[in-house]
């Protein structure tokens, strides 16, 4: 080696290092005198041969009796289910070949025995979830045939109205509706600061709504389903405002503001907290113009103050089975209903919400009946 200027060292001097994951030690060449293609192709083909070898590396016996059990209860119970594409895990039963050149690893210790019906995460496995399929088989049964209404049209749009004398549904109607008229005519109207003239046939001619709604959740996210149950010619009658979609939400809003125009007595359980404030951001949010009542008869208040200690809770359907001395048969339970709604927009099923219509046309009832008992045995 010249050191006159013709030839001059390499500087720095190559090092050496070794890695334990990589196998034997490398030269790491100079930072200002990179390698050529060739070191380069070598060492991603040492590393696709290492990656190779992992993957085909066969299960211990323990694990793959505990896969192959797992593959027979999933294709039993798929057979049971009726469904033909049963899922086949890749690999699992078939005999691992190593490659060429390469040592199948040592036996890695025995992993704990796992419980029947556990299921085996494997990475060479699709990760994709299978669709899930409707209960019935995939069955869509319209709205239409399952809740009697109509379509009707409202702001910049439509809606789905459905509207029935309470009669037709409850045998003691005639007699709630009575009970309730002479309730309300000497007790709520007087509590809420209403003119005293003519105060039952002002409830009778539709003074008086019970309000409840159903939304797709608790924060400002849209409201589907608004109940009001009013009189009508001497009898109770459950209209309720249903948007088949998203976009109907505004229609559903606009004709109850309508009818809260009609009725300026608002009767509710925590509608001072939840169902009145929600329908007030949710008219701002959609550009309906809103309409507050003139009195607010909340129930739940009226509960606590009077059963406080004396039942488990005060929910609607506890003071419903405790006070009303009524209970439901098929219900929704109320953290399920968001849920069914986005499944009806996206299948078009109505099954659930039929249950749905149900469900909150019972709190009305509940509702009204409440008011006669707490009038009656609290007057």
């Known amino acids: 080696m010249k050191i006159d200027g013709s030839e001059r060292p390499h500087w720095p001097p190559p090092i050496l290092a070794t890695t334990q994951c990589l196998g034997p030690p490398t030269v790491i060449p100079d930072p200002t005198n990179p390698p050529g293609?060739?070191?380069?192709?070598?060492?991603?083909?040492?590393?696709?041969?290492?990656?190779?070898?992992?993957?085909?590396?066969?299960?211990?016996?323990?694990?793959?009796?505990?896969?192959?059990?797992?593959?027979?209860?999933?294709?039993?119970?798929?057979?049971?289910?009726?469904?033909?594409?049963?899922?086949?895990?890749?690999?699992?039963?078939?005999?691992?070949v190593p490659p060429s050149g390469l040592a199948p690893p040592a036996s890695s210790p025995s992993p704990p025995e796992l419980p029947p019906g556990s299921i085996i995460y494997r990475r060479d496995l699709p990760r994709v979830a299978r669709p899930r399929v409707p209960e019935g088989g995939g069955i869509c049964i319209p709205l239409e045939d399952?809740?009697?209404?109509?379509?009707?049209?409202?702001?910049?749009?439509?809606?789905?109205?459905?509207?029935?004398?309470?009669a037709e549904t409850e045998p003691e109607a005639a007699d709630m509706a009575a009970d309730l008229a002479r309730a309300c005519g000497e007790t709520l109207l007087a509590d809420l600061g209403l003119p005293v003239g003519s105060r039952e046939s002002k409830i009778e001619n539709g003074q008086v709504c019970f309000l409840d709604i159903e939304t797709t959740g608790l924060g400002s996210t849209p409201v589907f389903l608004i109940g009001t149950l009013v009189w009508r010619n001497g009898e109770l009658v459950c209209r309720q405002f249903l948007a088949r979609t998203y976009a109907e939400e505004a229609s559903?809003?606009?004709?109850?503001?309508?009818?809260?125009?009609?009725?300026?007595?608002?009767?509710?359980?925590?509608g001072k907290t939840f169902d009145l404030p929600y329908l007030r951001v949710r008219a701002a949010a959609t550009g309906v113009p809103f309409h507050e009542p003139s009195g607010h008869l909340d129930l739940l208040q009226v509960s606590r103050r009077l059963f406080r200690g004396k039942f488990p809770d005060c929910k609607l359907q506890?003071?419903?089975?405790?006070?009303?001395?009524?209970?439901?048969?098929?219900?929704?339970?109320?953290?399920?209903?968001?849920?069914?709604?986005?499944?009806?927009?996206?299948?078009g099923d109505a099954r659930e919400i039929a249950i749905i219509v149900r469900h909150n046309q019972?709190?009305?009832?509940?509702?009204?009946?409440?008011v006669t008992r707490i009038v009656q045995e609290h007057s």
């Open 362 to 370: 019972l709190d009305l009832i509940t509702m009204a009946h409440l």
């Open 37 to 96: 293609p060739l070191a380069s192709d070598d060492r991603i083909r040492s590393l696709r041969r290492k990656l190779l070898k992992l993957n085909r590396a066969p299960l211990p016996e323990e694990r793959r009796e505990s896969v192959r059990e797992c593959e027979s209860e999933s294709a039993r119970s798929q057979e049971a289910a009726g469904t033909s594409d049963a899922v086949t895990l890749s690999r699992s039963n078939a005999p691992t």
């Open 146 to 166: 399952l809740v009697a209404g109509s379509e009707v049209r409202g702001r910049d749009g439509s809606l789905y109205l459905i509207e029935r004398p309470l």
């Open 252 to 270: 559903i809003l606009d004709h109850y503001v309508a009818q809260a125009r009609r009725s300026p007595v608002l009767v509710s359980f925590n």
């Open 318 to 347: 506890t003071l419903e089975r405790y006070v009303c001395r009524r209970s439901r048969g098929e219900d929704i339970p109320g953290h399920d209903i968001p849920r069914a709604y986005h499944d009806f927009v996206r299948t």
